[in-house]
């Protein structure tokens, strides 16, 4: 029985081990993103961490009449790139970012967290 409960026990260990790589650490996706840099903030309460937006063109609606910009919001975890894009709001920029299933707060609030940037305009 003992042997039982310890193979049941690495098995547990393995697969939340699993869990936790594919949910927070895996890349889901990467991609380029090109529009007008709104803003890039540094914000937290515990976590500091850089938020920015990213305005594309064209417009999405949410609903039948109703109008919206399209927007993509983003963090950045370099402080480096994230201080480079903070002086470059509202010109047009393409950022490659990386997305990830999960949030970790020392990471960010969004799952697009962008490694670099390929073009200013």
């Given at each position: ?58 417009f ?57 940037i390929?073009?200013?305009?």
């Amino acid at each position: 029985m003992r042997r039982f409960l310890w193979g049941a026990a690495v098995v547990l260990v393995l697969a939340l081990g699993a869990f936790v790589y594919v949910r927070y650490y895996f890349v889901f996706g990467t991609g380029v993103k090109a529009g007008t840099l709104n803003y890039v903030v540094k914000k937290g309460y515990v976590f500091k961490t850089y938020e920015g937006a990213l305005i594309m063109e064209g417009f999405r609606t949410a609903g039948q009449g109703s109008l919206q910009s399209n927007q993509f919001i983003f963090s950045v975890d370099d402080a480096n790139l994230a201080d480079s894009l903070m002086r470059m709001s509202g010109r047009h920029v393409e950022l490659k970012y990386n997305e990830y299933l999960g949030v970790l707060p020392w990471r960010g609030y969004s799952n697009f967290i962008v490694e670099e940037i390929l073009s200013v305009k």
